[in-house]
C-alpha cells in the first residue's frame, strides 16, 4: 500500500477538526450576543444554558491568577495542538478511532484557544446540577476534548487487547 493511500484519512480528521472549532464558535457567538454575563436560562431541572467566563483552566483552575495565566494556557495549547497535529499527521489508515479522538481533542483545544487569545477568557454555557450543587459550566469545545480523550482511552484498550 503507498503511503498516500495509507495517510488519506489524515484530511478526514483535519475536517472533524474543524467542524468541531466551527460549531464550538458558532454556539460560543450565539450565547455571547444573547446573554449578559452571568445571565441564566433555565431548560430543564438539571440543565441551564448560562453565560460565564472561565480565564483559568479546567473547572476555573487558576482563573484569579493575574493575567498570566491567559498566556501560558495560551503557549501550552499551541505545544499541544502541534504535537496532535503531527500525531494526526502520521497515522495510517487503520487507526480511524485514535483518528477521531485526536480530531476532537484538537477541534476543542482550539475552539477554547481562539476565546483565550480574542478575549482573554474562555466563553462557558453548559450548567447541569443537581438540587444545590452545579456541575461547573462548560462548552462544546470542553465536551469534545473530554469525548475525544475517552475515546482515545478506549481505543488504547482496545488495540493493547489485539495486539
Known amino acids: 500500500m503507498c503511503e498516500s493511500s495509507a495517510r488519506s484519512n489524515v484530511q478526514v480528521w483535519y475536517l ?3 467542524f468541531i472549532l466551527a460549531f ?4 460560543k457567538t450565539i450565547i455571547v450576543t444573547t446573554f449578559f454575563y452571568g445571565e441564566s436560562q433555565a431548560i430543564s431541572s438539571f440543565f441551564n444554558v448560562v453565560r460565564v467566563h472561565n480565564e483559568g483552566a479546567a473547572f476555573s483552575f487558576l482563573s484569579d491568577a493575574g493575567g498570566w495565566q491567559r498566556w501560558a ?3 501550552l495549547a499551541i505545544l499541544v495542538s502541534v504535537m496532535i497535529i503531527i500525531w494526526i499527521s502520521r497515522l495510517n489508515r487503520e487507526k480511524w478511532l485514535e483518528g477521531l479522538s485526536l480530531s476532537m481533542i484538537l477541534g476543542g483545544a482550539l475552539g477554547n484557544l481562539w476565546d483565550r487569545l480574542t478575549f482573554g477568557y474562555v466563553v462557558d454555557f453548559l450548567d447541569f ?3 444545590s450543587w ?3 459550566a462548560f462548552n462544546l469545545a470542553d465536551s469534545a476534548i473530554s469525548m475525544g480523550a475517552v475515546i482515545l482511552i ?10
Open 24 to 27: 464550538d464558535q458558532i454556539t
Open 16 to 18: 472533524v477538526t474543524l
Open 154 to 163: 478506549l481505543d488504547s484498550f482496545l488495540t493493547s487487547r489485539s495486539e
Open 129 to 131: 446540577h443537581w438540587m
Open 134 to 136: 452545579h456541575f461547573p
Open 73 to 75: 494556557l495560551s503557549a
